[in-house]
């Protein structure tokens, strides 16, 4: 982390310049700037009120200034630049440095002020999803305040009303802004115990975002409504998703937000959760149950609270399959069973670049040395301990050790499974079991084999196809 001063941009200085006064630039707090993409430690308070702070998945925490009580943030919207896994940056807008913005996190009852100025090339806003706030503070532009302008500084001022977990982004030519990267998370910690929102050892939290980015190229395409192509947590794609470190025996809560425009089943593997909240607050008692997928729905955010009894390597995930894939072409038709041998040979003399898709499946792809445009994430990639994860997109893993100290985000490394406690290869006798005639099925046929197929014609004459 670094601090950059306020005025230290090139382009945009003149413009911020002209348009913000001396007076008010000598009452902002300096905009504290993210430069890299890891997960930053837990910010502890150093003052206001304690709370046990989070930890944002490939993201951070916004520092504050307490100035006569009030918690006072500053958050810079701009373009930035994203690496959304080794070797792959995207050109975003995002706030403070990143896409996401940072996690803001507070006490409720907090007298919170925002600063938010805008070093966009246009106007935006910024709307405080699932907080109680005047209507004022409510960040809809041209309904609630007049949108900021660029280079103009706006500030909002609440209190935190009511502990939770919310999400923040502009409601300002929301299409583009969103599907550049827009976005943060806000966490309100109870001021005193409550009822219903349990102590815990670690506390995740992250948002699930989409882009459409070209391979080869680095700006999403914002006409995307639902073809996109990375899908990503907090703006990062397997395998450049950092891993969720915890303590065997930690109670864990994980709080996710959905600002795509689908909704994502996310799986945990190797233990039960409850969904203990959601955006209007912590749940009822009566209305958690155990689960290990909860669908997030847009624009909503669930919390999932379990104990990490388990010790290993889980995999944690959206259950979309197409989720877990990064950047591919959807055009390409299923070549299961599909024996094409002689024809790839002849059509590589006239396009020594021709490969073929997945004739044994699609996992082949994991492994091929597939030309790609320079700046292109691997479509499903990711090595683990015994070969390839052939993953990508919306997937990490929950790493349990008995050995991680309390409060160590570490990644432990690989998981050794103890002896006798693996998958193994069956090398004994195999009885000969009951198949289909080759060619009958999936599996490439030795020779042609001709199928039949008798279709009903709506005049309801029988005829061969
Ligand atoms: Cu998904």
């Given at each position: 982390?670094?601090?950059?001063?306020?005025?230290?941009?090139?382009?945009?200085?003149?413009?911020?310049?002209?348009?913000?006064?001396?007076?008010?630039?000598?009452?902002?707090?300096?905009?504290?700037?993210?430069?890299?993409?890891?997960?930053?430690?837990?910010?502890?308070?150093?003052?206001?009120?304690?709370?046990?702070?989070?930890?944002?998945?490939?993201?951070?925490?916004l520092p504050w200034r307490m100035n006569q009580g009030v918690k006072e943030f500053h958050l810079v919207a701009e373009p930035v630049v994203r690496e959304m896994a080794p070797g792959f940056k995207a050109h975003m807008w995002g706030y403070n440095g990143q896409s996401p913005g940072p996690t803001i996190e507070v006490v409720e009852g907090d007298r919170v002020r925002v600063f938010v100025t805008n070093r966009l090339p246009e106007h935006t806003s910024v709307h405080w999803h699932g907080q109680r706030?005047?209507?004022?503070?409510?960040?809809?532009?041209?309904?609630?305040?007049?949108?900021?302008?660029?280079?103009?500084?706006?500030?909002?001022?609440?209190?935190?009303?009511?502990?939770?977990?919310?999400?923040?982004?502009?409601?300002?030519?929301?299409?583009?802004?969103?599907?550049?990267?827009?976005?943060?998370?806000?966490?309100?910690?109870?001021?005193?115990?409550?009822?219903?929102?349990?102590?815990?050892?670690?506390?995740?939290?992250?948002?699930?975002?989409?882009?459409?980015?070209?391979?080869?190229?680095?700006?999403?395409?914002?006409?995307?409504?639902?073809?996109?192509?990375?899908?990503?947590?907090?703006?990062?794609?397997?395998?450049?998703?950092?891993?969720?470190?915890?303590?065997?025996?930690?109670?864990?809560?994980?709080?996710?937000?959905?600002?795509?425009?689908?909704?994502?089943?996310?799986?945990?593997?190797?233990?039960?959760?409850?969904?203990?909240?959601?955006?209007?607050?912590?749940?009822?008692?009566?209305?958690?149950?155990?689960?290990?997928?909860?669908?997030?729905?847009?624009?909503?955010?669930?919390?999932?609270?379990?104990?990490?009894?388990?010790?290993g390597d889980w995999a944690f995930h959206c259950h979309k399959s197409h989720h877990t894939m990064n950047a591919m072409g959807h055009a390409v038709p299923t070549m299961i069973g599909v024996d094409h041998r002689g024809l790839v040979k002849k059509l590589q003399k006239a396009l020594p670049d021709y490969m073929v898709m997945g004739e044994r499946g699609m996992a082949d792809m994991g492994q091929m040395e597939m030309q790609i445009p320079d700046n292109t994430a691997p479509m499903m990639t990711g090595t683990g301990p015994y070969g390839g994860v052939e993953m990508g997109g919306m997937f990490s893993v929950l790493k349990v050790r008995k050995d991680q100290k309390p409060g160590d985000y570490k990644n432990p490394g690989w998981y050794q499974q103890p002896p006798g406690s693996q998958a193994f290869e069956w090398t004994g006798a195999l009885p000969d079991p009951a198949r289909q005639p080759a060619g009958a099925g999936n599996t490439p046929a030795s020779a042609p084999v001709s199928t039949e197929v008798q279709i009903r014609k709506p005049a309801g004459h029988a005829g061969h196809h």
């Open positions: 982390m670094n601090r950059r001063h306020f005025f230290s941009g090139a382009a945009v200085s003149a413009v911020a310049a002209a348009s913000v006064s001396k007076v008010a630039m000598a009452v902002l707090p300096e905009p504290v700037i993210m430069t890299s993409a890891d997960s930053a430690p837990p910010l502890t308070p150093e003052n206001g009120r304690p709370y046990k702070p989070v930890l944002t998945l490939n993201g951070w925490t706030l005047p209507n004022g503070m409510d960040g809809v532009a041209g309904l609630n305040q007049p949108a900021i302008p660029v280079g103009k500084t706006f500030v909002y001022e609440f209190e935190a009303r009511r502990p939770g977990t919310f999400m923040y982004h502009p409601h300002a030519d929301e299409m583009t802004q969103m599907a550049m990267g827009m976005m943060g998370f806000w966490v309100t910690h109870p001021k005193a115990k409550h009822p219903l929102i349990e102590d815990v050892d670690r506390d995740f939290v992250f948002l699930l975002n989409a882009y459409d980015i070209e391979p080869g190229s680095a700006t999403p395409k914002i006409m995307t409504m639902t073809d996109f192509n990375l899908w990503s947590w907090n703006s990062r794609i397997f395998p450049g998703i950092d891993t969720l470190n915890v303590r065997k025996g930690d109670k864990v809560r994980i709080r996710v937000g959905n600002l795509t425009m689908t909704n994502h089943p996310i799986h945990l593997h190797g233990h039960e959760f409850k969904v203990t909240g959601g955006d209007g607050g912590p749940w009822p008692m009566a209305a958690r149950w155990p689960e290990v997928t909860t669908d997030i729905a847009v624009g909503q955010m669930r919390q999932i609270e379990f104990l990490a009894d388990e010790e």
